[in-house]
């Protein structure tokens, strides 16, 4: 029984040196997403509004590994700004977090070339699981 519940709480970890950019215009959120991310071993970087991450997507170097993009921001949202980031055919990984659960948002999301989506309230493995999905491992 030991060994099982042992495997249950194995931290979920991301690749080395990996980069994420988390983009919410909701300071608690980016704080909650920061926190779970980075005890996965990745480095975050935050944006409150697309306009912002878009700037920050398009002059990093090296690249993020992964964005985690809200839906509904001012100044432009995270569909917009998964658009635009497409446009430049940047191809990193965009998952959408959304307190919406109606499945018109999801294929919105992903109809503008985000990857995968994740609605509030989430627990840390899902959002951690769904993040690995989308980022190569380190080779072993």
Request: hydrophobic content about 35%; proline content about 5%.
């Amino acid at each position: 029984k030991k060994e099982k519940k042992k495997k249950l709480n194995k931290p979920i970890k991301l690749k080395k040196n990996c980069k994420a950019l988390i983009v919410d215009d909701n300071a608690i959120n980016r704080k909650l997403l920061t926190r779970i991310i980075s005890s996965s071993g990745a480095t975050c970087s935050t944006a409150t509004n697309g306009k912002e991450a878009l700037d920050l997507v398009v002059n990093s170097n090296p690249q993020f590994d992964v964005i985690i993009m809200d839906i509904q921001m001012p100044i432009m949202d995270g569909l917009e700004c998964t658009k635009r980031i497409r446009q430049k055919n940047i191809n990193i990984p965009i998952i959408a977090v959304s307190a919406g659960v109606v499945k018109e948002n999801q294929n919105l999301c992903l109809n503008v070339g985000m990857n995968g989506f994740i609605t509030k309230p989430f627990s840390k493995k899902t959002l951690l699981d769904i993040i690995k999905k989308q980022i190569p491992s380190d080779p072993k």
